[in-house]
């Protein structure tokens, strides 16, 4: 998870994960009323560390000292 506050932020973000390999731009569409959307995915790089974050926070004792420290 990505924590972004400003939309300026959002967009340094992406470029970051961009020029890491971790996220590849999927599609741009465009439609006559709407301004251009960038669709974007996760590549296999970008997959391993979320999968990584996503299994430590989903174990509760993830994190925690072991008992008796």
């Given at each position: 998870?990505v924590?972004?506050?400003?939309?300026s932020?959002?967009?340094?973000?992406?470029?970051r994960?961009?020029?890491?390999g971790?996220?590849?731009?999927?599609?741009?569409?465009?439609?006559?009323?709407?301004?251009?959307r960038t669709?974007?995915?996760?590549?296999d790089?970008?997959?391993v560390?979320?999968a990584a974050?996503?299994?430590?926070s989903?174990?509760?004792?993830a994190?925690?000292?072991a008992?008796g420290?």
């Amino acid at each position: 998870m990505v924590n972004v506050g400003q939309r300026s932020s959002l967009y340094r973000t992406i470029d970051r994960l961009l020029a890491g390999g971790l996220v590849a731009v999927k599609e741009t569409e465009r439609d006559q009323l709407y301004p251009e959307r960038t669709v974007y995915e996760i590549t296999d790089a970008g997959g391993v560390p979320a999968a990584a974050r996503r299994n430590a926070s989903s174990d509760p004792a993830a994190g925690r000292p072991a008992p008796g420290r």
